[in-house]
């Protein structure tokens, strides 16, 4: 059986890297933050709670389907909209319930990630703790109400590639007009030997 070898050192120089360790952090200044009565300045990307677009929510199902957890609640009905000049009316999906139980959320984002009609956004509001665990479920007007409290996305880096759709834009901007048409002149018939004229039938 081996035995696990300590490496060599001087006698006691683990207590000097210790107190010179204190001695330090004893001269820095003190980082406390006074919540409640100061707010803390929290990045621009902190996840707080989600807030939802609901416009933008087609009642596709992709986020209830890979939240982990399992804690977004969708129920919707389909509605039947008249379309003017279209043989049949078309249908939607309307966004009946959208319920967040944040007691289960365990805030990994992937529901925001997977939206693809950007209807979820992280907002960086917290202080919604409650005293009661099923008050934690947010319904869709409360999400809803979250919106007001999302930070606008941050400005582009200026050192970061252009989006695509600034890159389309330009490149459709450098492509010169094409000349407008010239009117045609009306086709003319020749006239033959052959032709069906008054002459023929003489
Ligand atoms: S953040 Fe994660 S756990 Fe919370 S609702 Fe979204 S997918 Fe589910
Ligand atoms: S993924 Fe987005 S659009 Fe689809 S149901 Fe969820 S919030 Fe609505």
């Known amino acids: 059986m081996s035995e696990r070898s300590e490496p060599a050192g001087v006698p006691g120089s683990g207590l000097v890297k210790g107190l010179a360790v204190t001695l330090k952090t004893m001269t820095k200044r003190s980082t406390t933050q006074q919540y409640p009565d100061v707010a803390p300045e929290l990045p621009p990307r902190s996840r707080g709670v989600i807030a939802l677009l609901e416009e933008n929510c087609t009642v596709c ?10 804690c977004i609640y969708i129920d919707s009905h389909k509605e039947e909209v008249a379309v003017p000049g279209a043989a049949r009316p078309r249908q939607r999906n309307v966004l009946d319930r959208f319920d967040i139980d944040f007691s289960l959320c365990m805030y990994c984002g992937i529901c925001i990630e997977v939206c693809p009609f950007d209807a979820l956004y992280w907002s960086p509001e917290f202080e919604y703790a409650e005293y009661d665990i099923k008050d934690l479920l947010h319904d869709k007007d409360h999400l809803g109400e979250w919106m007001a409290t ?7 880096d200026r050192n970061g590639e252009p989006a695509k759709e ?3 834009a330009a490149r459709k901007a450098a ?6 048409a010239r009117p045609t ?4 018939r020749p006239e033959g030997p052959a032709g069906d004229g008054e002459g023929a039938s003489a």
């Open 185 to 188: 002149a009306p086709a003319v």
């Open 61 to 70: 199902m992709l986020c209830a389907r890979e939240c982990p957890d399992w």
């Open 150 to 156: 999302v930070p606008p996305p941050p400005a582009h």
């Open 175 to 180: 492509v010169p007009a094409a000349p407008a």
């Open 166 to 168: 600034e890159t389309a």
